[in-house]
Nanobody
């Protein structure tokens, strides 16, 4: 059974930082591309950042320079370090694993107050 469990969300003031973690089980983690997506109320889910199995990284424009995605294959975990947070970053953040199949975590709420 595949499980992706996110943690690290919460309430933070604008300009603050949070570090999200996603622990994966039930997959061969090192072969999967891992991504972070977010969905704000009334909006579609959007990609924030992705890191492939070979370490290639891509960010959405709004995340560039503020967010850093990383992975620890020994711990089957992917991270998203978020700095200089803005109120518009408020959303539910979802972990995603993609290889032949795509899996989602349950999401973690990030709220940035102004």
């Amino acid at each position: 059974q595949v499980q992706l469990v996110e943690s690290g969300g919460g309430l933070v003031q604008a300009g603050g930082s949070l570090r999200l973690s996603c622990a994966a089980s039930g997959i061969i983690f090192s072969t999967y591309s891992m991504g972070w997506y977010r969905q704000a109320p009334g909006k579609q889910r959007e990609l924030v950042a992705v890191i492939t199995s070979d370490g290639s990284i891509r960010y959405t424009d709004s995340a560039k320079g503020r967010f850093t995605i990383s992975r620890d294959n020994a711990k089957n975990t992917v991270f998203l370090q978020m700095n200089s947070l803005k109120p518009e970053d408020t959303a539910v953040y979802y972990c995603n694993a993609f290889d032949r199949y795509r899996y989602w975590g349950q999401g973690t709420q990030v709220t940035v107050s102004s």
